[in-house]
């Protein structure tokens, strides 16, 4: 019997020749990635465990990215940054960016892309959900708690329990309307949102095979959505080509096996998804943007590690340009490269940001920012009654700030024709 | 490891994810810190919607107004329980409002990882929705040498899922203590 690629990459983690779904290994880790949220907890954690002598097992494999919250006044959030900030000069960490330096890379998800940290074959654990993200560079990428995180510093292993693999194929080519985005919400509304839970969701196809890194990365953020333990796509020649110049670390390249054996298989073909949204407050309460149609939005958030990317911009520029918003719209670039991209990149001969002020956008600094609410002084976190339409990942109640605000997933596209329309539309009507 | 737990339970319903277990803006305070701690007692399922706090008849505060702890020990819930964030302080929350066990259909992986290796609550899957068959408010009785849970309100016996593959960790108190003991760390 064949292997997955995700049971190949723990197999060689583990030092093992095999390994079967649902036994419980050690796993040698290749990086651990922490924030400002959930780095100081792991570091008291790691040093109360392990003492006064307490030693960090490769330095070079720990990489902290303050994140989340960034621009706020809340002296408790500022005080988790100096924490992370001073840890890193105690044990002189090469990998740390500090907030309000030169260094500041914004969203870890995106930042560990660029940076180089993301490589085929390893194992990146960390303190955030949407760890799965990396998982686009065909390498096992999860998130773990505070106590798995400082064990990992201490140890270099944690144990896991080996996955079984969902496989999702996407046959066509991407219509202009559609994006990752898109298919992601379509395999949330079809197996919901424990519908992978401890799985991993592979994806492949000529749709995906087609998509840049940025937008794999859409696919395999969303995982977590459905309860997976990872998402993954196999390395190919548009991931070598991403890397190119990023990164001096070697790396190994897996493939799944064509006998491997699968838990379940979806296919799709990409010329009868239609642009989704996942209603309130589920991701996986899917409907098409259209039967939303007539829903009036007070707000439009195109951000995060899900839809802050360049390529969302990009989609979301293909809507703007030349038009107005007719709702309050927010243009959160995940990280600091995207926020300066925003200037260089042109549509149509005008810069990405040029296009969102003229359509009346605000454009806000790169961090997690009001994805997941934040600190009452967050830009764009949502109040009283709110209806918002969201290229992040997550609309359970409270999500973005308020209890009793709606939010909408969408993908940029149809992020961006809902702001000019003032209502949920699908993006169809203005391409 | 307690073997029995009792207490009055906490009904909720499906998919109740981190965000409602520990709103993300209280996540600023330090979990070492003893009265900041408290912080996260006091906020625990704060985020969950009115109507569906307290089940069957909703509207029921976890904490009360003011209130840093609990009056509930054990949480009833339905499936997927703490799906979203990886947020440690979730479980943590739970606990530092005088939750003992959660039991649930079924689990989020992070949230139920975190559970057992930071020796937080005892998550325990029941296969089936208890949370419609017990009311909030109901005294129950955890028995984990024969995984049952009796409610005491109506007398009726429901049978747990054994811990299996993270009872050691369990047993142990959480990961730390399991590694040393099998001297995996020092």
Redesign the interface.
């Known amino acids: 019997m064949g292997m997955t690629i995700t049971e190949k990459i723990l197999a060689r983690s583990a030092g093992r020749k095999k390994l079967e779904p649902g036994e419980n290994v050690w796993l040698n880790v290749d990086t651990l990635m922490t924030h400002d949220v959930c780095g100081p907890p792991t570091i008291e954690i790691w040093e109360k465990e392990f003492g006064a002598g307490a030693e960090i097992w490769d330095k070079n494999k720990l990489v902290i990215f303050p994140d989340h919250y960034i621009f706020t006044k809340n002296a408790h959030a500022n005080r988790n940054v100096d924490l992370l900030r001073d840890f890193a000069r105690r044990y002189e960490l090469k990998n740390y960016y500090d907030a309000g330096s030169e260094r500041y890379k914004g969203v870890c998800h995106i930042a560990l892309a660029e940076e180089g940290f993301n490589v085929p074959g390893a194992v990146l654990f960390g303190t955030d959900s949407h760890t799965c993200t990396s998982g686009a560079f065909g390498m096992f990428a999860s998130g773990v708690g505070n106590t798995d995180a400082a064990f990992i510093m201490g140890a270099g292993k944690i144990w896991e329990k080996v996955p079984e693999s969902m496989k999702f194929t996407f046959n066509g080519t991407m219509p202009e309307y559609l994006t990752a985005k898109d298919l992601i919400l379509q395999i949330l509304g079809d197996i919901g949102t424990d519908g992978a839970s401890y799985r991993a969701m592979e994806f492949e196809g000529e749709a995906v095979s087609s998509l840049s890194m940025l937008e794999r990365m859409t696919l395999t953020n969303m995982a977590i959505e459905a309860g997976a333990i990872n998402g993954i796509i196999a390395c190919d020649e548009v991931t070598e080509k991403y890397l190119e110049g990023k990164t001096a670390q070697r790396y190994e390249i897996f493939k799944s096996d064509p006998d491997a054996k699968y838990h379940s298989q979806f296919t799709y073909d990409t010329g009868w998804i239609e642009p989704l949204v996942a209603k309130p407050h589920s991701p996986d309460n899917k409907d098409t943007a259209r039967n939303c149609e007539g829903t009036k939005i007070t707000s439009s958030y195109i951000g995060s590690c899900t839809g802050g990317k360049l390529t969302d911009f990009r989609f979301a520029a293909k809507i703007l340009y030349g038009r107005k918003t007719a709702a309050r719209t927010f243009i959160v670039p995940a990280s600091t490269q995207t926020a300066k991209q925003l200037y260089s990149e042109k549509y149509k001969g005008e810069p990405l940001a040029k296009i969102f002020t003229d359509a009346g956008c605000i454009i806000v600094e790169s961090s997690c920012a009001a994805c997941l609410g934040g600190p009452s002084d967050t830009i764009g976190r949502s109040v009283n009654g709110d209806v918002v339409i969201s290229t992040t990942n997550r609309n359970f109640p409270g999500r973005m700030g308020s209890k009793s605000a709606e939010v909408y997933l969408a993908s940029p596209l149809t992020a961006a024709a809902s702001a000019v329309a003032g209502a949920i539309t699908d993006p169809r009507n203005f391409l | 490891m307690e073997k029995i737990i009792k207490g009055k339970a906490f009904v909720l319903t499906d998919?109740i994810?981190t965000?409602?277990i520990i709103?993300?803006?209280h996540?600023?305070?330090?979990?070492?810190d003893e009265n900041?701690l408290k912080m996260y007692g006091k906020f625990a399922l704060s985020?969950?919607?009115k109507d569906k706090s307290g089940m069957p008849e909703g509207n029921i505060p976890f904490v009360l107004d003011g209130g840093l702890v609990s009056g509930y020990e054990i949480i009833i819930a339905g499936?997927?329980f703490g799906?979203?964030?990886?947020?440690?302080?979730a479980p943590l929350a739970l606990k530092t409002a005088g939750v003992k066990a959660v039991i649930a259909e079924?689990y989020?992986?992070?949230f139920y990882?975190?559970s057992v290796?930071?020796g937080f609550v005892i998550p325990i899957e029941t296969g089936e929705k208890l949370c419609n068959k017990i009311n909030t408010g109901d005294f129950i009785e955890i028995n984990l040498e024969n995984n049952t849970l009796k409610n005491h309100a109506d007398s009726a016996v429901y049978n747990l899922r054994p811990l299996c593959?993270v009872y050691d960790i369990v047993n142990a108190g959480?990961?730390?203590n399991y590694?040393r003991q099998r001297g995996?760390?020092k």
Do not use: K
């Not at chain 2, 996540?27 to 070492?32: F, M, W």
């Not at chain 2, 799906?83 to 302080?89: A, I, K, P, T």
């Open positions: 998919n994810d965000d409602q709103p993300a803006e996540l600023v305070y330090s979990t070492s900041e985020g969950v919607p499936s997927n799906c979203g964030s990886s947020r440690e302080h079924s989020a992986r992070i990882r975190n290796d930071g593959g959480g990961l730390f590694a995996i760390i």
